[in-house]
C-alpha cells in the first residue's frame, strides 16, 4: 500500500490522524505499530519514489536506526517544527487582519479626502458659473443700454 500511487497518500493520511506518542489515553502507540510494521519492508519502500515519501514522514529510517526512543525524538522534532509552522501562520493572518482591518481605515479617510475635495470642486465650479452669467448679464444690460 505504501508503494502504491494512492495508497501511500492514504497511509499518510491515517498516520496524521492516528493519536500521537504523547496521548495519554492509548496505552499502545498506533503510529509505533504502524512503523513497527513498515520496519519489515524497508527494502521494497526505499526502492520506490511514493515508499521513499512514506518512509520519510514517518521517520522510518531513524526507527530503524536508533529504534524506539530515537524515533520518538524524531517524531517531536516534528511535531515541534509542525507546531511552529503553525503558530507562524496564525500569527501571519492574525498580522494581515489588522493590516487589513488599518487599510480599510487609511481607505476610509482617503475616500473622505476625495469627497471633501470633490464637493469642494464642485461649489467652485458652481460659484464660478455664476460669476460668470453675472459678468454676461452685465455686458447685456450694457449692451442693450446702448
Same mark, same amino acid.
Given at each position: 500500500l505504501a508503494t502504491d500511487r494512492i495508497?501511500?497518500?492514504?497511509? $499518510? +493520511?491515517?498516520?496524521?490522524?492516528l493519536p500521537d506518542e504523547s496521548a495519554p489515553s492509548t496505552n499502545t502507540n498506533h503510529r509505533l505499530r504502524m512503523v513497527e510494521q513498515l520496519s519489515h519492508?524497508?527494502? +521494497?519502500?526505499?526502492? =520506490?519514489?511514493?515508499?521513499? +515519501?512514506?518512509?520519510?514522514?514517518? =521517520?522510518?529510517g531513524e526507527?530503524? $536506526?536508533n529504534g524506539?526512543?530515537?524515533w520518538q525524538e524524531a517524531q517531536k522534532k516534528r511535531n515541534d517544527n509542525l =507546531?511552529? $509552522?503553525e503558530d507562524m501562520i496564525n500569527t501571519k493572518e492574525s498580522c494581515h487582519t489588522k493590516e487589513e482591518d488599518s487599510d480599510t481605515d487609511i481607505n476610509a479617510t482617503k475616500k473622505d479626502k476625495k469627497e471633501k475635495k470633490k464637493r469642494k470642486r464642485k461649489h467652485k465650479r458652481k460659484s464660478d458659473a455664476d460669476a460668470n452669467d453675472n459678468d454676461k448679464s452685465t455686458k447685456k444690460k450694457k449692451v442693450l443700454d446702448t
Open positions: 495508497g501511500h497518500h492514504v497511509l $499518510l +493520511k491515517l498516520y496524521d490522524a519492508s524497508t527494502s +521494497k519502500l526505499t526502492g =520506490n519514489a511514493m515508499g521513499r +515519501k512514506v518512509s520519510e514522514t514517518v =521517520n522510518l526507527f530503524t $536506526l524506539e526512543s530515537g =507546531n511552529f $509552522l
